[in-house]
């Protein structure tokens, strides 16, 4: 693509991709599996090693692939997903606060996390 899209805009045109094509209907469970099987196939490039399989351009197209399906999902719930991130990450940054992560040793970073982890407790819906 030869200019850059902001967020909004790529949003935008992805829905009218799908309102041409008629897919604007994708019922949330084959959203939700759609979105596991994409990720799963990210997942794939690097079975086996630590380093992808694959070009950036191969990874770039799985990512796509996930974040579409995810932009039709909250669609579909009425997700607004910058406010969901903002959200997402008022919450995660009290349950993991910066100040417990400021080792560089990937042992006391381990540690850290699994401590926030421990003191974390899921609150269960009824």
């Known amino acids: 693509m030869s200019t850059r899209l902001t967020f909004e805009q790529a949003v935008t045109l992805y829905r009218e ?4 094509r008629n897919w ?4 949330p469970r084959d959203l939700a599996i759609s979105i596991s099987l994409e990720a ?7 079975q086996w090693a630590d380093t992808p399989v694959g070009t950036p351009d191969e990874l770039a197209d799985e990512l796509a692939d996930i ?3 995810a932009i039709q999902f909250a669609d579909h719930y009425g997700i607004d ?4 991130l ?6 995660s940054a009290k349950k993991y606060p910066a100040e417990d992560f400021t080792s560089t040793d990937p ?6 996390w699994l401590t926030a982890k421990k003191r ?3 609150k269960e819906s009824l």
């Open 67 to 69: 974040l579409l399906y």
């Open 107 to 112: 042992h006391a970073l381990r540690e850290a």
């Open 40 to 46: 799963n196939e990210l997942l794939e490039h690097y």
């Open 81 to 84: 997903i910058p406010s969901s």
């Open 24 to 27: 604007s209907n994708g019922n």
């Open 17 to 20: 991709f799908l309102k041409a």
């Open 120 to 122: 974390h407790v899921k």
């Open 86 to 91: 903002q959200n997402k990450m008022e919450k």
